[in-house]
């Protein structure tokens, strides 16, 4: 049964650049890495989309309405979708010192801020440096080699993957949570409570729910620090008495001198 918008699934996704065959995402860790793409902190497993919320490009989040969980499917995206056209008014050729003065060591490849606007390295030469802002993928038609590897039906299923979407540091099972008198609770695991951004995370994800769970008055979250248990005191043997030795029979009394007169 094909999808519809609004559904909540969970996609995996290998992304190509089709002029070249370059892999620039993916959902599959050993694809990142074979494609020099793995980053520090990043996390690969299936991804939540809503169908037609736009979390993903515009024409793949149409496409999603054609397919069915379980079937992989290719999608191709042109430029006039994806990034748009290349524009050569955006392509500027400045002097290296100007970068060096802002603390940036060039080397072609890079991608840099300059005056506000990203933008990538694409030449070094005769004392200057090609700077290109467009977007890095501008241009470029696009194929994704996609599949829905599920389909989340329950209620349950949905709250716990927008939880583990906006903090996905820890496992979805870590997050215990109830909903009662249309109030969700959120119990949060205790290696979250120090994440850096966890505040606008627990943001969003109680914004999540007043979108997708109109019903909901509101979202709490609970962090309980829980005291370590104490070491229970095994129970030492009653030491044995000693025994005590025998005392020495005492010496008998010397006998009085007689004193002369």
């Known amino acids: 049964m094909a999808l519809q918008k609004g559904d909540f699934i969970l996609i995996n996704y290998t992304a190509k650049v089709k002029e070249t065959n370059e892999v620039f995402d993916t959902t599959f860790e050993e694809t990142a890495k074979t494609a020099h793409l793995q980053k520090e902190g990043e996390f690969y497993e299936p991804k939540l989309v809503v169908v037609g919320e736009g979390w993903v ?17 290719l999608v191709e995206i042109s430029p006039e979708k994806a990034f748009g056209p290349r524009d050569s008014e955006k392509i500027k050729r400045i002097h290296i010192r100007q970068l060096l003065e802002k603390g940036i060591n060039p080397a072609v490849g890079m991608r840099i801020e300059f005056g506000g ?29 996609v599949t829905v590897t599920k389909k989340l039906e329950t209620s349950e299923e949905k709250i716990a993957a927008l939880i583990h979407r906006r903090i996905p540091v820890a496992e979805v099972e870590q997050f215990k949570f109830v909903i009662q008198d249309k109030i969700l609770t959120i119990d949060m695991p205790e290696e979250t409570f120090y994440l850096e951004g966890v505040q606008i995370a627990k943001r969003g994800i109680a914004m999540d729910m007043q979108k997708f769970f109109a019903d909901f008055t509101e979202t709490k979250f609970v962090e309980a620090y829980k005291a370590e248990p104490k070491p229970v005191a095994e129970p030492q043997p009653a030491p044995e008495a000693e025994a005590k030795p025998a005392e020495a029979p005492a010496a008998p009394a010397a006998p009085a001198e007689e004193v002369k007169s």
Do not use: C, H, Q, W
């Not at 490009?57 to 499917?73: C, I, R, S, V």
């Not at 694409?122 to 194929?143: E, H, Q, W, Y």
């Open 117 to 145: 606007k990203n933008a990538t390295i694409r030449s070094i030469g005769s004392g200057r440096a090609l700077l290109d802002f467009n977007p890095p993928l501008a241009g470029r038609t696009l194929v994704y080699d």
């Open 57 to 73: 490009l515009k024409t793949l989040d149409e496409n999603l309405e054609t397919m069915e969980p379980e079937k992989a499917a």
